[in-house]
């Protein structure tokens, strides 16, 4: 069965690209002339998305206004205290949209091709994530460790040597697995811990075998996170002429 639901991460400020975010956050910014949010939804609506559920922060009224001719159903789920919390209270906040239904989750600062999400949606495991496991992580990279053929640790912590790859920032969730990610991100933030990432509790979830985790290789493909000039320059490159 297609995936018919995703949620895409968008409340951050992205600080280090002003001024281009002054008025507007990371996820509104261009690239050859189309938003990040905007190319993101159109690889969504190409795979069979149906609704769109968006975690809004930063600008959230711009986020608004962008999306309010899109092509397909969407709900808005704005985190009020985004400029103090990680990304794990974002994703918290879109539980009651993503609970018992397969979806997939973007972050919103993610170029990359509609392959991606077939590659994804052709796995059978609970928790299927994209992963480049053909270029050198770095320090910063977010990590996996992979045995046979699950994921058994997620974490920036981990070392560079140990690691299979970095994630991309997108996954797919089936609907068996999902109340069970959507209660480990609730649980994280009713215990305070608000500066983790949703990567941290993937990986206490695969550790307590509450959940299968499967790579799947996407590093064949071009794809960018943007977080600086240099990044939007790459952006620029490998998508700004289609």
């Not at 639901?5 to 690239?31: C, F, I, N, Q």
Request: hydrophobic share 45%; with cysteine.
């Amino acid at each position: 069965m297609k995936t018919r639901l995703a949620v895409v991460l968008a409340a951050g400020l992205g600080s280090r690209l002003r001024p281009l975010t002054d008025d507007r956050p990371k996820a509104l910014v261009a690239v050859g002339g189309r938003s990040l949010l905007g190319r993101a939804l159109d690889n969504l609506a190409e795979q069979g998305v149906e609704h769109l559920v968006v975690a809004t922060g930063y600008r959230g009224d711009a986020v608004a206004a962008a999306l309010r001719d899109a092509p397909l159903r969407v709900t808005l789920r704005p985190n009020p205290d985004y400029d103090t919390t990680q990304n794990v209270t974002s994703f918290a906040l879109c539980a009651d949209d993503l609970r018992g239904e397969a979806f997939f989750k973007l972050d919103g600062d993610v170029l990359f091709m509609p392959e991606v999400l077939r590659r994804l949606e052709s796995s059978d495991a609970d928790l299927a994530v994209a992963i480049d496991g053909r270029e050198r992580v770095d320090a910063e990279a977010m990590k996996v460790v992979v045995e046979g053929e699950r994921i058994c640790r997620f974490g920036k912590q981990l070392a560079p040597a140990q690691a299979a790859g970095e994630t991309i920032g997108i996954e797919r969730i089936s609907a068996d697995a999902s109340a069970v990610v959507v209660d480990g991100l609730i649980r994280a933030v009713a215990e305070g811990r608000t500066d983790v990432y949703y990567e941290d509790v993937y990986d206490e979830l695969v550790r307590r075998k509450q959940l299968i985790a499967a790579p799947v290789e996407v590093g064949d493909l071009p794809w960018t996170e943007v977080d600086d000039p240099a990044d939007l320059a790459r952006a620029e490159r490998l998508f700004g002429q289609g």
